[in-house]
C-alpha cells in the first residue's frame, strides 16, 4: 500500500517549520510518522504536503528546568523510559511509555505526536491531563502556551491552529509527598486503551490535598475526571473513599461504543480502571 | 518531485533518487533486491518487515525511505558473519523457532533490538518486547526459546571476550 503522493520538505528549524505550514496550507506535519503514515497508507489522510520535523534538532530532548521537566516534541517513547529524571520525577510517564504500542512503535513515535494527533484511545493525552501538562506551540505570531485541559478539544482535534507547530511539552514537577499511576485496558488486537487512567495524587497529614485523573479510550476525547477529583479531594484516601470516588468516573464523557467494547461497558472500564489507578497512586504517595 | 537519499544498508551505502512517498521495505525489497524482509500485513501491526535503523527495531513499512536518508540499516541478510550464522538465526534452527518461516526475519530484527537493550530478559521480558510481531503457526512457544537460545550463546561469547 502506497500513501497517496505528496510533497516532502525536510525542516531545519521552528521558524522554517513555520513558515512551511504557512505555504502548504493542506500539509500535515510528520514526526515519527506512526499515526500519520497508516493513515496515509489507508488513504484516510492524503495531505498535499509534509513537512518533516525528525531532524529539527531543537525539538528533541528532555530537559531538568528546575521546578519542570521539559520534553522536546519529537522525543520518542524509547527516548523518555531511558531517561532518569522522567523516572525519578514522574514515573508516571515511564509506566504509560512502556504500554505504548510495540518495541518498533516506542521507537519511532514521539511525545508531541501523539499530543496533537489526540487520538482518542491514545495513552499520553491521559498522562498529560493527570499531570498539569502545558503545551509550548510557535505559530506566525510567535508562541504560546496552551494547558493540557485545554488543547484535547474533541477526537483527533486540539486547540493548535493549522499553522502552529507543538514544540515543547511541559510537566511541573510534582511537590511534596506525591503519588501517580497508569491503569490501562488495552485492546488485544491494537494495543490502543480500550480504557485507560491516568491518576496523580498529593497527599497533606494524611488527606489527599490534589488529585488529577486523566481518561483516555472510554471517550471521544483525553478528559480531566472532575467529578471524580471532587469528590475526593480533602478525604482521608481510604479504599472505600476511593471506590465512591471513582463511581463519577464516567461522568461528563461522551463515551465511545464500538463492537468490542460498548458504551456501558467503557463506563464500567473506567469506573474500575480509575479505582486501580488511583488505590495505587495512594499507595505511591505513602511509600 | 524524486529525492536524493543515501543510505547505508548491511554496511553497503547506496545512492537513490526516491518518490517520496516509497516506503522503506519497498526501497530495499524493490530497489536494493533485498527480499529477506517481508511485507506482512501492511498496516504496521505484523512486524513482519521490521529492520534495524540507526540501532533500532523499526516497523519498515512505516519509515518513508526519504526519513531513513542517511541512516545505517541493517536486515535480515546482514545478520550472519563470514558464512557463520548470528545467534539468533541459530537459536531459530535450533529451537525450532519457526515453521513457515515468512514472520521470522522480522522476529530476529525485533529480537536483536531486544538483546541489544536487555541481554538477560525473563521470559515474560521477550513476550513483552515480541508485542509487535506477529506468528500465524508457532504459538510463540518455540520463538521464544530461540531468543532465550541466543541470549546465553551472546551473553556467554561476551563473556569470553572479556574474560580474555
Known amino acids: ?11 531545519t528549524s521552528v521558524p522554517e517549520v513555520v513558515q512551511l505550514l504557512q505555504q502548504h496550507p493542506d500539509g500535515k506535519i510528520l514526526a515519527g510518522g506512526h499515526s500519520l503514515l497508516p493513515m496515509m497508507k489507508l488513504r484516510l489522510a492524503e495531505p498535499a504536503a509534509l513537512i518533516d520535523i525528525g531532524r529539527v534538532p531543537d525539538l528533541n530532548g528532555i530537559q531538568d528546568a528546575g521546578d519542570s521537566i521539559v520534553v522536546g516534541a519529537t522525543t520518542t517513547y524509547w527516548n523518555l523510559l531511558q531517561s532518569d529524571v522522567i523516572r525519578q520525577s514522574l514515573p508516571l510517564i515511564t509506566e504509560a511509555a512502556n504500554v505504548v504500542g510495540d518495541i518498533q512503535v516506542r521507537n519511532r513515535g514521539t511525545l508531541g505526536g501523539a499530543m496533537a494527533h489526540a487520538d482518542p484511545a491514545a495513552d499520553m493525552p491521559a498522562v498529560a491531563l493527570a499531570l498539569d501538562a502545558s ?5 506566525p505570531n510567535g508562541e504560546r502556551t496552551i494547558p493540557a485541559s485545554e488543547f484535547f478539544v474533541d477526537m483527533f482535534t486540539t486547540a493548535l491552529s493549522p499553522d502552529e507547530v507543538l514544540t515543547q511539552i511541559i510537566f511541573p514537577k510534582p511537590q511534596g ?12 488486537a491494537s494495543g490502543y486503551a480500550v480504557v485507560g487512567v491516568a491518576a496523580f495524587v498529593t497527599l497533606d497529614g494524611g488527606k489527599v490535598q490534589t488529585v488529577r485523573v ?14 471524580v477529583e471532587q469528590a475526593l479531594a480533602g478525604q482521608e484516601p481510604t479504599e472505600q473513599a476511593i471506590e465512591s470516588a471513582a463511581a463519577h468516573a464516567a461522568e461528563g464523557l461522551e463515551l465511545n461504543g464500538d463492537i468490542f467494547a460498548s458504551e456501558e461497558y467503557r463506563a464500567h472500564l473506567a469506573r474500575v480502571f480509575t479505582q486501580r489507578a488511583l488505590s495505587r497512586a495512594v499507595a505511591a504517595a505513602r511509600g | 518531485m524524486k529525492q536524493q537519499i543515501t543510505v547505508t544498508v548491511n554496511g553497503v551505502q547506496y545512492t537513490s533518487e526516491v518518490e517520496p512517498r516509497l516506503l522503506l521495505v519497498h526501497y530495499l525489497r524493490d530497489v536494493l533486491n533485498l527480499t529477506g524482509t517481508h511485507v506482512g500485513c501492511d498496516t504496521s501491526q505484523c512486524g513482519a518487515c521490521t529492520v534495524i535503523m540507526n ?9 518513508l525511505a526519504v526519513q531513513a536518508d542517511g541512516a545505517e ?13 548470528h545467534p539468533l538465526q541459530e537459536g531459530f534452527w ?39 510481531n506477529l506468528c500465524r503457526c508457532t504459538g510463540y512457544q518455540n520463538i521464544v526459546r ?6 546465553d550463546k551472546m551473553r556467554g561469547a561476551a563473556a569470553a571476550a572479556g574474560g580474555e
Do not use: W
Open chain 1, 1 to 11: 500500500m502506497y500513501p497517496a503522493a505528496f510533497e516532502y520538505y525536510r525542516a
Open chain 1, 135 to 139: 503545551m509550548k506551540v510557535v505559530g
Open chain 1, 177 to 188: 509527598t506525591s503519588g501517580q499511576a497508569y491503569e490501562k485496558f488495552a485492546h488485544p
Open chain 1, 214 to 227: 486523566g481518561i483516555t479510550g472510554a471517550g471521544t476525547v483525553a478528559k480531566r475526571a472532575s467529578a
Open chain 2, 55 to 63: 540501532g533500532s527495531a523499526v516497523k519498515s513499512c512505516t519509515v
Open chain 2, 73 to 85: 540499516i541493517t536486515t535480515i541478510e546482514g545478520l550472519a558473519k563470514d558464512g557463520q550464522l
Open chain 2, 94 to 132: 535450533e529451537m525450532h523457532g519457526l515453521q513457515c518461516g515468512f514472520c521470522t526475519p522480522g522476529m530476529i530484527m525485533t529480537a536483536y533490538d531486544l538483546l541489544q537493550k536487555n541481554p538477560n530478559p525473563t521470559e515474560e521480558e521477550i513476550r513483552h518486547g515480541l508485542e509487535g
Open chain 2, 146 to 151: 530461540s531468543i532465550q537460545y541466543a541470549a
